[in-house]
């Protein structure tokens, strides 16, 4: 099975089940990564190492393990993660193309070490000025209106139009939409052009996403977490069809909160 299945494999088996591998519940414990290298993971692998289920974000190999002096318990199962590598064509060595692998990564938790790992928690203050920041560093436009009740992104207007606040049954689901568009504005300046099923996961990943770099936990909020399920679920005939755009839509998503977190007026206006 090539590596990318495998992962997909992994990530729809759980969609039907109605989890959504975006719903972090430990949205304070940072990013996760390799804890030998430091490396962040991102896109797809975001998800694999939130759908694991361990609070604390540091991974290692099996080989990492045993080089700190430890090793992962036995029985313990790995989640795939994701990585190219590129080679040349035999035929034309100036050409190179991008083969994708996959290693099984095991969460500290998983292993037997000997030192205790605590887990940094981000110091991010109240998760709702974190937001209320975000959106009013950002350079597009938002407009409120209690005409119509759902969020949504002009691409005309370049502008984004939200209902107010108190049409919204909790603070996480009004924020959790706004970034939703947020993430739809980004399409432009990317130059992402994606059918209508792609671009609206990408919108619901990097909603998700955002929500953590927030702090904004919702994972526990049973009206939003039924809301987003059914949202999903109606996309699922597409995603089972195509299910390669789920590695697309979280590559995307992970590309859109960048741009959202790091955009200067200057290069909206560009």
Request: hydrophobic share 35%; proline share 5%; net charge neutral.
């Amino acid at each position: 099975m090539k590596a990318r299945e495998v992962i997909i494999n992994k990530i729809l088996e759980q969609m039907k089940k109605g989890v959504l591998p975006w719903n972090n519940p430990y949205i304070n414990s940072g990013v996760h990564r390799n804890f030998v290298t430091g490396h962040a993971y991102n896109g797809i692998n975001v998800l694999t190492t939130w759908l694991s289920g361990y609070s604390k974000p540091y991974w290692l190999s099996f080989k990492q393990a045993k080089k700190l002096g430890g090793t992962v318990r036995k029985g313990e199962k790995g989640s795939p993660i994701l990585y190219f590598t590129v080679v040349e064509d035999k035929k034309d060595p100036q050409k190179t193309f991008p083969i994708f692998k996959y290693t099984p990564m095991f969460n500290v938790e998983q292993c037997d070490l000997p030192f205790e790992i605590e887990t940094e928690n981000k110091n991010i203050g109240d998760p709702i000025v974190e937001c209320e920041a975000i959106i009013n560093r950002y350079p597009i436009e938002a407009v409120q209106t209690s005409s119509q009740l759902y969020g949504s992104y002009s691409k005309e207007l370049n502008v984004i139009k939200m209902p107010e606040m108190k049409q919204f049954a909790s603070i996480e689901e009004y924020y959790s939409t706004y970034f939703h568009e947020m993430i739809h504005s980004t399409a432009p300046t990317l130059g992402r052009k994606k059918d209508r099923a792609t671009e609206e996961l990408i919108a619901e990943i990097g909603s998700a996403m955002m929500c953590n770099e927030a702090g904004l936990g919702f994972a526990h909020n049973t009206e939003i977490f039924k809301n987003q399920v059914a949202y999903i679920q109606g996309w699922m005939k597409q995603i089972e069809e195509k299910p390669q755009i789920l590695i697309t839509a979280a590559s995307e998503a992970s590309k859109a909160v960048e741009c959202i977190l790091n955009l200067s007026t200057e290069e909206v206006a560009a």
